[in-house]
């Protein structure tokens, strides 16, 4: 549970208000309300669906309905996924940290760092990231308190009014941004739902958390537009920073956006671990592994290798992230389960007949 | 071959035999004393005594003596008859409480040396070891360690057995058990499990029994050898194992369902399992009122973060992120660095360097010199050096700030492995401002969060979080809000509901009892 | 596990260890800028001022015995086609890199605000050293002149400079504004940029020659610049400023002296503690009507009148409800009739009344502004006479109104 918080916490915050103020202004708070609504939804759905056979993730459950070939596709195809996501993460960790702190440091140096820790935790395993996530979910508070004591005082409520500015449609839309955010979340428990124990609560367990996750993401756009008006926001690729810079307290503490960022780090590693973790994931169920550690090192030097490309350059990391993305997560993530559960319906009893001798 | 079958030799009833056997193994030691005697005047039946001076006690001896030679010689009939075993022996004659008889002559050679006294006699194919161990050790003091302002004055000693007893005197109770064990091939060291029966967790006594059994090693000079040896992260920096010279500790710990290792010869105990927020709990934060004892632990968990960041942080302010420094302070840190050399990270590598050296000759040099040590050192640092523009007046704030805060940890090993973090976190923040002390620190928090003490994770019950366990955690609650032991332990019980106090029925009188 | 993890670290150890120490200054080795000064050059260039910190002079001896001029500041100009181009020619003669990171105010000439302030918005910005909070503020003087002057009773003039801000609401007179705000007011639409003003007078005493009263300039926050888009279009007096003040910020405390109501030649003083105002607007016949409603608080801190508090209270309260009335009027009329510059944020409350309509006018707000019509009613309480209740005991031999 605080590791699907976390992993929508990071990029959702920052990097995605600033695209979708982009397209919205001052709705891009409804934008973000309406995309954590959907993402509601499908966590329930999803996780639903992998109660009908919790021993299962999607890539086994594929692989038993339709053979070991299709499953070896889907989990190319989460593979995939989780390269670009982790692309897109990077994007985030990176130019919070390098943009606003050490801007004369070469990119390959944080690319390098946060890989190291991923690998690093993520060797250690599922049990430890979800510790380390608890600790991300106190750090998402601390910090959402610490911007909410720098700004309140800066807030005006006539930035965000009126309300549906933009109309709803295209509000609606600029909602993807957020929603591949939730995406990564959704993929999440789809994979990783067999190493939970406690199936039986998981689907209203996970839309809660994708929830909460939303009341905590869904103060920064709040505030990014009260105080820093939806103008500025769109301005800037991390929006987030621009509004943890504006943060004071009191006359002596003109900035300490340092402080922040090094809880927004928690979450953003976190983000990075599990991005490893799956994609090598994966990448074992794709090799037929039954570990996933030996993948690790691989892939780990494959999404390092792509994520580097993608974020060397400013305006190319936000064509990705701001365009190519979420036309390419939405569709893995909305069509996946969407297959599977169709074929599950079709191929049921195959799967039943799967499981008794096993 | 020959070792075994030494192990295996036993007793003959040729009394000339045993002792040939046995003087070939001891030979000759100016602390093993022979007493020759003969006892039953009829038969003139040669016995002999062997015993290590200064491990006896001299009355025991005198006493074993006199039964055998008085007593002894004027036994009357045959001698068969009456005594034909030294079962009999023992439980005719002799007046010692504590006395067993030995077949092997390796236990005879055991007994001996650890300060029994093994009796022979001709004609048996058997020895009589008697307890009579009694050796000079350190009266019972306050220890050096885990120093309290109120509470228990008593400290652990060397002596084993006083150990146990100081433990025992608090918990009368029939559960608490210890279980002996010899560890080490050469120095043969007295250890004992003591632990709860029905409040310690199930499989955790055989757990550490086991892992007591591998040790195999020649010897055990203190419990940090067999710490070493059974704790579950042996590449970490972070210790899983805690020792403590105090009884009270220990018994607090028993009573939370820990197992408690007492190793002869050393006045630190060994509990587990330890979780890492044990270190930042002093026995006074129990014994003080709540109020104070919860705001001695936040200032220790404030020391705690203090002497792990704050010369990291520092560096990494002064040399990188400038911008976050309050304009005012920035002037002054500026001014201050003025005409000094160094960059930042040299500087303060150098002052920690030299705290560390002050602080190690302090302890290690005769303790009138040790003080001296220290004036100096502090008037080195906190004066010429500034003077010198060798150093920034800051720097020094800092390094102090920093060393007080680590000693303000109440554990000694705890504060040597944050002490020891400090550096790694201190260079990489150096050399990569925030990145490197992001990366750093997270590896650290990783590496906490993976390791786990005889099957507890450390970083319990903060991560993973265990909700009815976080009454004595960050803040210390009132006793009377304890209801249960943490939730590793069996015991579900600790205390009857309503254990509030309030006065009775309006009466004045003292507190409710029952 | 045990060799991965070695390899993990000494492979970390010597990345940090090849890279080195990438974007590492020592604090001593930077000049710190405490205020920036832009001004128009010849040819079309930038000339760009900084008043840069000496820590040692400005501290004061810590520690370390260190020389100097004494001087806390070092002021140095350069040009450059651009701003950046103009910040990176001071390292020409500047020993030390320059720093932003610290600066506490911006200010502007006024031929260059007058130029076009856009660029000047967009690297302060765009630059991650620059914080928010910095005050922007444009000067009728030559702004180097401004930054260069030692002032006040700070040592190092540009946090003068921010304490002048901090403590501005004892006046009331210039808006507060720093780069957050103006950055807002000048992207967002229905709203024009408002920054403050200073400028120089002979106010100080010097200690050398104390007869000649003002030979000393000091730095004077008064008044306000008004922009549209990014062009300066002229000044706002202080009283109109006062005006405008409820507008776009909290007023927390401002003063108003009233006549009394039988002596025009006496005055009471009056210290408004609490200023709520609502605007609300509407759309009627294709022009936009704007009701503006404050409601205020106010203490009486000085009384020049002859009777007593009690009689004359509902008088004066009269009289307070007109001033505030008028001084909205005048910052009205000054913002709607003399520079046509929406700097009321009207724009905004229309635009959040009206969205439908907005979107339709938007593009010509200002005409629609410009002919807007704007009425205030003030509604004003003197809740308490401080401490005392009269002024004076009658008979006491002290009376003022000789005077």
């Given at each position: 549970?605080a590791?699907?918080?976390?992993?929508?916490?990071?990029?959702?915050?920052?990097?995605?208000?600033?695209?979708?103020?982009?397209?919205?202004?001052?709705?891009?708070?409804?934008?973000?309300?309406?995309?954590?609504?959907?993402?509601?939804?499908?966590a329930?759905?999803?996780?639903?669906?992998?109660?009908?056979?919790?021993?299962?993730s999607?890539?086994?459950?594929?692989?038993?309905?339709i053979?070991?070939?299709?499953?070896?596709?889907?989990?190319?195809?989460i593979?995939?996924?989780?390269?670009g996501?982790?692309?897109?993460?990077?994007?985030?960790?990176?130019?919070?940290?390098?943009d606003?702190?050490?801007?004369e440091?070469?990119?390959?140096?944080?690319?390098?760092?946060?890989?190291?820790?991923?690998?690093?935790?993520?060797?250690h395993?599922?049990?430890?990231m979800?510790?380390?996530?608890?600790?991300?979910?106190f750090?998402?508070?601390?910090?959402?308190?610490?911007?909410?004591?720098?700004?309140?005082?800066e807030?005006?409520?006539?930035?965000?009014l009126?309300?549906?500015?933009?109309?709803?449609v295209?509000?609606?839309?600029?909602s993807?941004?957020?929603?591949?955010?939730?995406?990564?979340?959704?993929m999440?428990?789809?994979?990783?739902?067999?190493?939970?124990?406690?199936?039986?609560?998981?689907?209203?367990?996970?839309?809660v958390?994708?929830?909460?996750?939303?009341?905590?993401?869904?103060?920064?756009?709040?505030?990014?537009?009260?105080?820093?008006?939806?103008?500025?926001?769109s301005?800037?690729?991390?929006?987030?920073?621009?509004?943890?810079?504006?943060?004071?307290?009191?006359l002596?503490?003109h900035?300490?956006e340092m402080?922040?960022?090094a809880?927004?780090?928690?979450?953003s590693?976190?983000?990075v671990?599990?991005?490893?973790?799956c994609?090598?994931?994966?990448?074992?169920?794709?090799?037929?592994?039954?570990?996933?550690?030996?993948?690790?090192?691989?892939?780990?030097?494959?999404?390092?290798?792509?994520?580097?490309?993608?974020?060397?350059?400013?305006?190319?990391?936000?064509?990705?992230?701001?365009?190519?993305?979420?036309?390419?997560s939405?569709?893995i993530?909305?069509?996946?389960p969407?297959?599977?559960?169709?074929?599950?319906?079709?191929?049921?009893?195959?799967?039943?007949?799967n499981?008794?001798?096993? | 071959?020959?070792?075994?079958?030494?192990?295996?030799?036993?007793?003959?009833?040729?009394?000339?035999?045993?002792?040939?056997?046995?003087?070939?193994?001891?030979?000759?030691?100016?602390?093993?004393?022979?007493?020759?005697?003969?006892?039953?005047?009829?038969?003139?039946?040669?016995?002999?005594?062997?015993l290590?001076?200064?491990?006896?006690s001299?009355?025991?001896?005198q006493?074993?003596?006199?039964?055998?030679?008085?007593?002894?010689?004027?036994?009357?009939?045959n001698?068969?008859?009456?005594?034909?075993?030294?079962?009999?022996?023992?439980?005719?004659?002799?007046?010692n409480?504590?006395?067993?008889?030995?077949t092997?002559?390796?236990?005879?050679?055991?007994?001996?040396?650890?300060?029994?006294?093994?009796?022979?006699?001709?004609?048996?194919a058997?020895?009589?070891?008697?307890?009579?161990?009694?050796?000079?050790?350190?009266?019972?003091?306050?220890?050096?360690?885990?120093?309290?302002?109120?509470?228990?004055?008593?400290?652990?000693?060397?002596?084993i057995?006083?150990?146990?007893?100081?433990?025992?005197?608090?918990?009368?109770?029939p559960?608490?058990?210890?279980?002996?064990?010899?560890?080490?091939?050469?120095?043969?060291?007295?250890?004992?499990?003591?632990?709860?029966k029905?409040?310690?967790?199930?499989?955790?006594?055989?757990?550490?029994?086991?892992?007591?059994?591998?040790?195999?090693?020649?010897?055990?000079?203190?419990?940090?050898?067999?710490?070493?040896?059974?704790?579950?992260?042996?590449l970490?920096?972070?210790?899983?194992?805690?020792?403590?010279?105090?009884?009270?500790?220990?018994?607090?710990?028993?009573?939370?369902?820990?197992?408690a290792?007492?190793?002869?010869?050393?006045?630190?105990?060994?509990?587990?399992?330890?979780?890492?927020?044990?270190?930042?709990?002093?026995?006074?934060?129990y014994?003080?009122?709540?109020?104070?004892?919860?705001?001695?632990?936040?200032?220790?968990?404030?020391?705690?973060?203090?002497?792990?960041?704050?010369?990291?942080l520092?560096?990494?302010?002064v040399?990188?992120?400038?911008?976050?420094?309050?304009?005012?302070l920035?002037?002054?840190i500026a001014?201050?660095?003025?005409?000094?050399?160094?960059?930042?990270?040299?500087?303060?590598?150098?002052?920690?360097?030299?705290?560390?050296?002050?602080?190690?000759?302090?302890?290690?040099?005769?303790?009138p010199?040790?003080q001296?040590?220290s004036?100096?050192?502090?008037?080195?640092?906190?004066q010429a050096?500034?003077?010198?523009?060798?150093?920034?007046?800051?720097?020094?704030?800092?390094v102090?700030?920093?060393?007080?805060?680590?000693?303000?940890?109440?554990?000694?090993?705890?504060s040597?492995?944050?002490?020891?973090?400090?550096?790694?976190?201190?260079?990489?923040?150096?050399?990569?401002g925030?990145?490197?002390?992001?990366?750093?620190?997270?590896?650290?928090?990783?590496?906490?969060?993976?390791?786990?003490?005889?099957?507890?994770?450390?970083?319990?019950?903060a991560?993973?979080?265990?909700?009815?366990?976080?009454?004595?955690?960050?803040?210390?609650?009132?006793?009377?809000?304890?209801?249960?032991?943490?939730?590793f332990?069996?015991?579900?019980?600790r205390?009857?509901?309503?254990?509030?106090?309030k006065?009775?029925?309006?009466?004045s009188?003292?507190?409710?009892r029952? | 596990?045990?060799?991965?993890?070695?390899?993990?670290?000494?492979?970390?150890?010597?990345?940090?260890?090849?890279?080195?120490?990438l974007?590492?200054?020592?604090?001593?080795?930077?000049?710190?800028?405490?205020?920036?000064?832009?001004?128009?050059?010849?040819?079309?260039?930038v000339?760009?001022?900084?008043?840069?910190?000496?820590?040692?002079?400005?501290?004061?001896?810590?520690?370390a015995?260190?020389g100097?001029?004494?001087?806390?500041?070092?002021?140095?100009?350069?040009?450059g086609?651009?701003?950046?181009?103009?910040a990176?020619?001071?390292?020409?003669?500047?020993?030390?890199?320059v720093?932003?990171?610290?600066?506490?105010?911006?200010?502007?000439?006024e031929?260059?605000?007058?130029?076009?302030?856009?660029?000047?918005?967009?690297?302060?910005?765009?630059?991650?050293?620059?914080?928010?909070?910095?005050?922007?503020?444009?000067?009728?003087?030559?702004?180097?002149?401004?930054?260069?002057?030692?002032?006040?009773?700070?040592?190092?003039?540009?946090?003068?400079?921010?304490?002048?801000?901090?403590?501005n609401?004892?006046?009331?007179?210039?808006?507060?504004?720093?780069?957050?705000?103006?950055?807002?007011?000048?992207?967002?639409?229905?709203?024009?940029?408002?920054?403050?003003?200073?400028?120089?007078?002979?106010?100080?005493?010097?200690?050398?020659n104390?007869?000649?009263?003002?030979?000393?300039?000091?730095?004077v926050?008064?008044?306000?610049?008004v922009?549209?888009?990014?062009?300066?279009?002229?000044w706002?007096?202080?009283?109109?400023?006062k005006g405008?003040l409820p507008?776009?910020?909290?007023?927390?405390?401002?003063?108003m002296v009233?006549?009394?109501?039988?002596?025009?030649n006496?005055?009471?003083?009056?210290?408004?503690?609490?200023?709520?105002?609502?605007?609300?607007?509407?759309?009627?016949?294709?022009?936009?009507?704007?009701?503006?409603?404050?409601?205020?608080?106010?203490?009486?801190?000085?009384?020049?009148?002859?009777?007593?508090?009690?009689?004359?209270?509902?008088?004066?309260?009269?009289?307070?409800?007109?001033?505030?009335?008028?001084?909205?009027?005048?910052?009205?009329?000054?913002?709607?009739?003399?520079?046509?510059?929406?700097?009321?944020k009207?724009?905004?409350?229309?635009?959040?009344?009206?969205?439908?309509?907005?979107?339709?006018?938007?593009?010509?707000?200002?005409?629609?502004?410009?002919?807007a019509?704007?009425?205030?009613?003030?509604?004003?309480?003197?809740?308490?006479?401080?401490?005392?209740?009269?002024?004076?005991?009658?008979?006491?031999?002290?009376?003022?109104?000789?005077?």
């Open positions: 549970m590791l699907i918080m976390n992993v929508m916490y990071a990029k959702a915050i920052g990097i995605t208000q600033g695209i979708i103020g982009r397209e919205v202004n001052s709705d891009m708070w409804l934008s973000t309300v309406l995309g954590i609504l959907q993402g509601v939804a499908v329930y759905i999803v996780a639903k669906l992998m109660q009908y056979a919790p021993e299962f999607m890539v086994e459950m594929a692989g038993k309905l053979g070991t070939w299709a499953g070896k596709g889907i989990a190319v195809l593979f995939l996924f989780f390269l996501t982790f692309a897109t993460v990077m994007v985030t960790f990176v130019y919070h940290l390098m606003y702190f050490l801007p440091a070469p990119t390959i140096l944080f690319v390098v760092a946060a890989l190291m820790v991923g690998l690093y935790g993520a060797y395993g599922l049990e430890v979800s510790r380390m996530a608890f600790v991300g979910v750090s998402m508070l601390t910090l959402n308190i610490l911007v909410l004591f720098g700004s309140v005082r807030m005006d409520v006539r930035n965000i009126p309300v549906m500015d933009s109309g709803l295209p509000t609606l839309w600029a993807r941004h957020f929603d591949t955010d939730w995406a990564f979340a959704v999440l428990i789809a994979l990783l739902l067999p190493h939970v124990k406690r199936s039986a609560r998981l689907a209203r367990v996970s839309a958390s994708v929830g909460l996750a939303g009341i905590s993401i869904v103060m920064w756009p709040i505030m990014e537009s009260t105080v820093l008006s939806a103008e500025a926001t301005q800037y690729i991390v929006a987030c920073m621009q509004l943890a810079r504006s943060a004071h307290i009191g002596f503490l900035r300490y402080i922040m960022i809880f927004f780090a928690t979450s590693l976190i983000q671990m599990m991005c490893l973790f994609a090598s994931l994966s990448a074992s169920k794709l090799l037929g592994l039954k570990d996933y550690r030996p993948m690790l090192l691989p892939t780990g030097a494959i999404l390092g290798a792509f994520a580097y490309w993608i974020v060397a350059d400013h305006m190319r990391a936000m064509e990705f992230t701001a365009h190519q993305w979420p036309l390419i939405l569709p993530v909305l069509g996946l969407l297959v599977i559960g169709i074929l599950y319906l079709f191929f049921k009893d195959k799967l039943k007949a499981q008794t001798p096993s | 071959m020959t070792e075994q079958k030494k192990k295996d030799a036993v007793f003959t009833s040729q009394l000339q035999d045993n002792t040939e056997t046995l003087d070939g193994i001891l030979e000759f030691s100016t602390d093993l004393l022979r007493r020759e005697f003969v006892i039953h005047a009829d038969s003139n039946r040669h016995g002999i005594c062997y290590t001076d200064g491990l006896v001299n009355t025991d001896i006493l074993i003596l006199k039964t055998l030679l008085l007593y002894g010689q004027a036994i009357n009939g001698w068969q008859q009456s005594l034909d075993s030294f079962e009999q022996i023992k439980q005719q004659l002799m007046v409480c504590s006395i067993r008889t030995v092997k002559l390796d236990d005879g050679i055991n007994g001996i040396l650890s300060g029994e006294t093994l009796v022979l006699l001709d004609g048996y058997e020895g009589l070891l008697i307890t009579t161990k009694a050796w000079e050790s350190r009266s019972i003091t306050e220890p050096a360690t885990d120093t309290v302002v109120r509470g228990p004055r008593d400290g652990f000693t060397e002596n057995r006083t150990n146990t007893s100081l433990v025992r005197k608090r918990i009368k109770d559960q608490f058990r210890l279980e002996a064990m010899v560890v080490g091939n050469k120095t043969r060291t007295d250890i004992n499990i003591a632990y709860m029905g409040t310690v967790k199930d499989g955790l006594v055989e757990e550490v029994r086991q892992r007591l059994q591998k040790i195999d090693i020649d010897g055990v000079l203190e419990s940090g050898y067999i710490e070493e040896l059974i704790e579950d992260a042996p970490s920096v972070f210790s899983t194992i805690a020792s403590t010279e105090r009884p009270d500790k220990v018994a607090s710990a028993l009573l939370e369902g820990r197992v290792i007492f190793v002869d010869n050393t006045p630190f105990v060994l509990l587990l399992p330890t979780f890492f927020w044990q270190f930042f709990q002093a026995s006074d934060d014994y003080s009122r709540y109020w104070v004892g919860s705001f001695f632990r936040i200032v220790r968990y404030i020391a705690f973060l203090i002497s792990l960041m704050l010369p990291s520092y560096v990494m302010l040399s990188f992120h400038q911008e976050m420094i309050p304009s005012m920035a002037f002054t001014s201050g660095r003025e005409v000094v050399p160094f960059p930042v990270l040299v500087e303060a590598i150098m002052m920690e360097l030299a705290f560390e050296l002050m602080r190690e000759a302090g302890l290690r040099m005769p303790k010199v040790g001296a040590v004036i100096v050192g502090s008037l080195i640092i906190g050096a500034v003077q010198a523009g060798l150093v920034s007046p800051f720097m020094v704030i800092v102090a700030v920093t060393g007080i805060a680590s000693f303000a940890i109440p554990n000694y090993s705890a040597i492995a944050i002490r020891l973090l400090r550096f790694p976190l201190l260079i990489a923040s150096g050399m990569l925030l990145l490197g002390f992001a990366a750093v620190f997270f590896m650290v928090v990783i590496h906490a969060l993976s390791i786990r003490s005889f099957g507890e994770s450390y970083l319990a019950p991560a993973p979080f265990r909700p009815s366990d976080q009454k004595d955690i960050v803040l210390r609650f009132p006793w009377w809000s304890i209801k249960r032991p943490p939730s332990s069996k015991e579900q019980r205390q009857g509901k309503n254990t509030m106090p006065p009775s029925g309006g009466q009188g003292g507190p409710e029952g | 596990m045990i060799n991965r993890t070695m390899l993990l670290a000494v492979s970390l150890l010597m990345l940090i260890m090849s890279s080195g120490c974007g590492k200054q020592e604090i001593n080795d930077l000049a710190i800028v405490t205020a920036v000064g832009i001004d128009n050059g010849e040819n079309n260039h000339k760009l001022s900084v008043q840069i910190v000496r820590p040692a002079d400005a501290r004061g001896q810590t520690g015995p260190s100097g001029t004494g001087e806390p500041i070092y002021s140095i100009q350069a040009t086609r651009t701003i950046f181009e103009a990176r020619n001071l390292a020409r003669f500047s020993s030390r890199r720093y932003w990171a610290h600066n506490f105010v911006i200010v502007l000439g031929g260059y605000a007058r130029k076009g302030i856009a660029d000047m918005i967009d690297f302060f910005t765009r630059n991650h050293e620059l914080r928010m909070t910095t005050w922007v503020v444009v000067t009728p003087e030559e702004a180097g002149q401004v930054i260069a002057t030692i002032t006040g009773m700070e040592v190092v003039p540009g946090e003068a400079i921010d304490k002048l801000f901090r403590y609401q004892i006046v009331a007179e210039a808006p507060g504004t720093n780069m957050m705000r103006l950055q807002e007011s000048f992207l967002a639409e229905g709203t024009e940029p408002v920054l403050a003003k200073v400028q120089l007078r002979p106010r100080g005493i010097s200690n050398k104390p007869d000649q009263f003002g030979s000393l300039d000091q730095v926050l008064s008044g306000a610049a922009f549209e888009g990014d062009k300066m279009k002229g706002l007096s202080p009283s109109e400023a405008l507008f776009i910020e909290e007023v927390d405390s401002e003063i009233i006549n009394c109501p039988d002596d025009s006496n005055h009471a003083t009056l210290e408004i503690k609490s200023l709520e105002q609502r605007v609300k607007t509407r759309f009627v016949n294709n022009q936009v009507k704007v009701q503006v409603a404050q409601t205020a608080n106010a203490n009486l801190v000085e009384m020049g009148c002859e009777q007593p508090f009690t009689e004359i209270k509902d008088q004066m309260t009269l009289a307070l409800k007109q001033k505030l009335e008028n001084q909205v009027l005048k910052t009205a009329s000054a913002a709607q009739k003399k520079y046509k510059s929406d700097i009321m009207i724009g905004q409350v229309f635009h959040n009344t009206y969205p439908l309509e907005w979107k339709q006018i938007h593009s010509e707000w200002n005409r629609y502004f410009e002919k019509e704007i009425t205030v009613s003030a509604d004003a309480k003197i809740s308490s006479p401080v401490l005392k209740i009269q002024r004076f005991v009658k008979g006491d031999g002290l009376s003022l109104k000789s005077k």
